[in-house]
């Protein structure tokens, strides 16, 4: 009877030890999750424009210099009249007092949804004095926005998002990385065709 019950209680050890080591074995086997990030795609300013656009633009570029120049014929104005003019003698609020934004909110549907890598300047919507900067607009030259004319919707992309940084470090070129809507913005700046809800924000190296 002893014996009967040693090769029991030695069966149902060794059931134990297989069922342990079938459960160590199966964790061992499992790989750890892991979230695997897209790679960014890497664009540049003109893969912002649908094909034709410059086209486009140019002829509304055209159109509107010839507007222009009618109107400065009716006035008796020459261009160099108007070059030289000083600015105290425009009109606040006249046709010459602003430089009205030109070009189309045309956009890439494929753009949408991407997560992409684009470079440019930052124009800050609200420097606060912590150096923070929240939600401003992405263009790809210095002083765009801020010096008219700007450019057309589809070459500002507003950014969704907070960095810090300096006012120095606005004449620095950057790296925007995030992932890009097809929405647009308007803003008193210059209104914008895309939104990037922004990941990063690098130093540009090329």
């Not at 750890?32 to 990030?37: D, G, L, R």
């Not at 500002?156 to 960095?163: A, K």
């Not at 006012?167 to 210059?190: F, H, I, K, Q």
Request: net charge negative; with cysteine; hydrophobic share 35%.
């Amino acid at each position: 009877m002893r014996r009967k019950r040693t090769v029991v209680i030695g069966g149902c050890i060794a059931a134990l030890l297989l069922s342990a080591c079938g459960e160590a074995a199966t964790k061992t086997n499992r790989a750890p999750t892991v979230e695997v990030v897209a790679p960014a795609l890497v664009l540049d300013w003109q893969d912002l424009m649908p094909e034709g656009e410059e086209e486009r633009l140019n002829d509304i570029y055209t159109e509107f210099y010839r507007e222009f120049e009618r109107n400065m014929m009716s006035k008796q104005m020459s261009l160099s009249d108007y070059a030289n003019r000083s600015i105290d003698n425009i009109e606040e609020g006249s046709d010459l007092d602003t430089m009205p934004q030109l070009g189309t909110f045309n956009t890439v549907p494929e753009l949408d949804s991407r997560r992409v890598k684009l470079p440019g300047f930052v124009v800050p919507l609200d420097f606060q004095r912590s150096g923070k900067v929240k939600d401003f607009l992405f263009v790809p030259y210095f002083g765009a926005c801020l010096h008219t004319p700007p450019p057309p919707p589809n070459q500002i992309v507003y950014v969704e998002g907070e960095v810090s940084l300096s006012p120095d470090d606005l004449w620095l070129p950057y790296w925007a990385v995030g992932v890009m809507r097809t929405r647009s913005v308007e803003n008193d700046l210059g209104d914008a065709a895309y939104t990037l809800e922004l990941s990063s924000l690098e130093p540009y190296e090329g």
